[in-house]
């Protein structure tokens, strides 16, 4: 089961909305096939994993999976989606047992596959490793049981507590490394989201240049629409969204998404609209005020904070954030400390 997480983890970039899954096919105590969920829209962890099978094995293949036990870390589908039910797959084949790591919330799953199997005459074990399940597919399973996107709060801050500069002018903080892991990170979200201010001051690309992976979407907080189009977020690297309350409209690679009084409850309406575009996970870099609603609200599930070794006289104070902290990172210069919100 700890190879199905480590498989399933190698889709990280590419699957959402869909979890990651990864699957282990084992035949008289030898691992006979593996395979993973890579991209959405293509074959599932147990397809690739009996396919990998078939082509190692052959002619042999088919009575090898009939005395095969099959781990898999979530639940095999039992409904048509963009591919066939993987509990039909399995049946077919006739697998001696199916070890599952997590039960698969979707609605049209939930249990189903697993009945499925049991009616078959498969035996079946669920909740191997179901905590390490958990965190892997933590974007998944807010978003199916929360209706709503995994919100990822980052910011740094120098070592006395300043986010940025009194005045509108970009300031690096955190280091080299540091930097590049927050490019890697984006890499596995599915946007980022900043407020026009973060924009109008620093001009950002929020782009993965230093890490190789997606481009996430950029979603943009900017209420009349006061961003210039000549500032990058306006090019046509990657699809933006704007939230405003002006208009509704598509530009090119330039979404324009008219909301109702973005003054009060704006981190609520902000997470249902992303949910409502299938936006499984985000990443809010910025600014302070953006930052500080998501907290006031409780609205957000995980806090990166980078703390420089740099001191400045004056600034503005960075956001305070209170939640269990999980982790502490040297980065060099930097430290990483990493807050869950268990509220």
């Given at each position: 089961?700890?190879?199905?997480?480590?498989?399933?983890?190698?889709?990280?970039?590419?699957?959402?909305?869909?979890?990651?899954?990864?699957?282990?096919?084992?035949?008289?105590?030898?691992?006979?096939?593996?395979?993973?969920?890579?991209?959405?829209?293509?074959?599932?962890?147990?397809?690739?994993?009996?396919?990998?099978?078939?082509?190692?094995?052959?002619?042999?293949?088919?009575?090898?999976?009939?005395?095969?036990?099959?781990?898999?870390?979530?639940?095999?589908?039992?409904?048509?989606?963009?591919?066939?039910?993987?509990?039909d797959l399995l049946i077919r084949h006739e697998v001696k047992e199916v070890i599952i790591g997590n039960a698969?919330?979707?609605?049209?799953?939930?249990?189903?596959?697993?009945?499925?199997?049991?009616a078959a005459g498969i035996r079946v074990q669920q909740g191997?490793?179901?905590?390490?399940?958990?965190?892997?597919?933590?974007?998944?399973?807010?978003?199916?049981?929360?209706?709503?996107?995994?919100?990822?709060?980052?910011?740094?801050?120098?070592?006395?507590?300043?986010?940025?500069?009194?005045?509108?002018?970009?300031?690096?903080?955190?280091?080299?490394?540091?930097?590049?892991?927050?490019?890697?990170?984006?890499?596995?979200?599915?946007?980022?989201?900043?407020?026009?201010?973060?924009?109008?001051?620093?001009?950002?690309?929020?782009?993965?240049?230093?890490?190789?992976?997606?481009?996430?979407?950029?979603?943009?907080?900017?209420?009349?629409?006061?961003?210039?189009?000549?500032?990058?977020?306006?090019?046509?690297?990657?699809?933006?969204?704007?939230?405003?309350?002006?208009?509704?409209?598509?530009?090119?690679?330039?979404?324009?998404?008219?909301?109702?009084?973005?003054?009060?409850?704006?981190?609520?309406?902000?997470?249902?609209?992303?949910?409502?575009?299938?936006?499984?996970?985000?990443?809010?870099?910025?600014?302070?005020?953006?930052?500080?609603?998501?907290?006031?609200?409780?609205?957000?599930?995980?806090?990166?904070?980078?703390?420089?070794?740099?001191?400045?006289?004056?600034?503005?104070?960075?956001?305070?954030?209170?939640?269990?902290?999980?982790?502490?990172?040297?980065?060099?210069?930097?430290?990483?400390?990493?807050?869950?919100?268990?509220?």
């Amino acid at each position: 089961m700890r190879r199905c997480l480590e498989l399933a983890e190698l889709g990280i970039n590419d699957v959402s909305p869909n979890p990651m899954v990864g699957c282990v096919i084992v035949s008289e105590g030898k691992i006979i096939g593996e395979g993973f969920h890579k991209k959405i829209g293509t074959a599932h962890a147990e397809v690739n994993a009996v396919n990998d099978v078939i082509e190692r094995y052959g002619e042999r293949a088919p009575a090898m999976l009939k005395s095969a036990t099959v781990y898999v870390s979530l639940e095999p589908c039992a409904h048509f989606g963009k591919t066939p039910p993987c509990a039909d797959l399995l049946i077919r084949h006739e697998v001696k047992e199916v070890i599952i790591g997590n039960a698969d919330p979707f609605p049209a799953v939930n249990g189903k596959g697993i009945e499925k199997l049991k009616a078959a005459g498969i035996r079946v074990q669920q909740g191997v490793l179901d905590e390490e399940g958990l965190v892997l597919n933590k974007r998944f399973f807010t978003r199916v049981e929360k209706q709503r996107p995994y919100i990822i709060l980052k910011w740094a801050q120098t070592a006395n507590g300043y986010f940025t500069p009194l005045i509108n002018k970009k300031q690096w903080i955190s280091n080299p490394l540091s930097k590049k892991l927050v490019h890697k990170w984006r890499a596995e979200e599915d946007a980022i989201l900043v407020g026009k201010k973060t924009v109008m001051t620093d001009n950002p690309e929020l782009n993965t240049r230093e890490w190789p992976g997606s481009n996430p979407i950029r979603i943009v907080v900017d209420k009349k629409l006061d961003i210039p189009q000549s500032s990058h977020v306006y090019n046509d690297q990657v699809k933006t969204i704007f939230l405003n309350e002006v208009k509704t409209d598509v530009e090119g690679t330039n979404h324009f998404v008219q909301m109702e009084d973005m003054t009060f409850y704006l981190p609520q309406k902000i997470a249902f609209q992303l949910y409502l575009m299938d936006i499984q996970s985000v990443i809010i870099e910025g600014g302070a005020n953006i930052l500080n609603q998501f907290i006031a609200a409780g609205l957000w599930d995980e806090a990166r904070v980078i703390k420089s070794s740099t001191n400045w006289q004056e600034g503005v104070t960075a956001p305070q954030i209170n939640g269990y902290l999980e982790e502490i990172i040297p980065l060099n210069t930097d430290t990483l400390f990493i807050h869950q919100n268990r509220g």
